[in-house]
Nanobody
Framework: QVQVVESGGGLVQPGGSLRLSCAASGFITTYYAMSWYRQAPGKERELVATFTSPGGGTNYADSVKGRFTISRDNAKRTVYLQMNSLKPEDTGVHYC??????????WGQGTQVTVSS
């Protein structure tokens, strides 16, 4: 059974940092992609960061460029999101998306990030 599990969220003051993790398991294929989304209260889910190629190219939402960094450990099938200089507008549930064989999509349960003083 495919599982996608996020962790690392929490409450942080503006200007602080958090590191989110997303671990995927339960599949055999080596053709998969993982990315980070978030959903703020009352808003639609939006893409935050993703890999654009197996070689490691990345793409970020304009609102997080220069502050967030996506990385991965292929051996552990885990992706990370390092979030620095956090702002109140970064508050929301952060989700990890897994796509297998470019066809099957799975979401994690999400991890809450709250940026507030």
């Amino acid at each position: 059974q495919v599982q996608v599990v996020e962790s690392g969220g929490g409450l942080v003051q503006p200007g602080g940092s958090l590191r989110l993790s997303c671990a995927a398991s339960g599949f055999i294929t080596t053709y998969y992609a993982m990315s980070w989304y978030r959903q703020a209260p009352g808003k639609e889910r939006e893409l935050v960061a993703t890999f654009t190629s197996p070689g490691g190219g990345t793409n970020y939402a304009d609102s997080v460029k220069g502050r967030f960094t996506i990385s991965r450990d292929n051996a552990k099938r885990t992706v990370y999101l390092q979030m620095n200089s956090l702002k109140p507008e970064d508050t929301g549930v952060h989700y990890c998306k897994l796509v297998l064989d470019w066809r099957y999509t799975y979401w994690g349960q999400g991890t809450q990030v709250t940026v507030s003083s």
